[in-house]
């Protein structure tokens, strides 16, 4: 029987009790490593869900921005080909204002009974001639007159 302070321990006893000490610590021990082990894989698994949604988000942001893309342009190209034919409308209401436009004008010029370009050119042609006689008639008064000065 060994004494230590106030407690008595046969050796026997504190062998046992020691082996089951340390059967305890080792059971502890891999409990908590079992923990540990069971945490890290929650962790990384947090961690790859993680990741994969992240990666789902890009995912989906990417098809969300196509889907948002093609609606613009299939938007586009609808206002693209109202736009061309509202012209096309405006062009063709234009071209039938025009033409009535010029038909009223070419009739309110023939009523109007105004004169051409060639009109105008004969009548200079003619003032032209006309002058000349004129002028031609001067000088002949003035030599006649200049004769009948210098007889008298």
Do not use: C, Y
């Not at 370009?117 to 031609?136: C, N, P, R, T």
């Amino acid at each position: 029987m060994v004494v230590e302070g106030q407690v008595q321990v046969q050796a026997p006893d504190a062998e046992k009790m020691a082996k089951d000490a340390t059967e305890k610590a080792k059971q502890t021990v891999q409990q908590a490593q079992g923990a540990v082990e069971e945490q890290h894989s929650q962790v990384t698994e947090a961690a790859g869900k993680l990741v994969l949604a992240s990666i789902g988000g890009v995912a989906l942001a990417g098809d969300a921005a196509a889907k948002i893309l093609n609606r613009m342009v299939e938007r586009g190209e609808q206002i693209q080909k109202d736009a061309r034919r509202r012209a096309n409308q405006v062009k063709e209401k234009g071209q039938g204002l025009t033409a009535r436009g010029t038909k009223k004008a070419g009739a309110t010029f023939d009523t109007a009974d105004l004169s051409t370009k060639s009109d105008m050119q004969s009548l200079h042609d003619q003032i032209a001639e006309l002058s000349a006689k004129v002028d031609q008639l001067a000088k002949t008064e003035t030599s006649a007159t200049s004769k009948t000065s210098s007889k008298g």
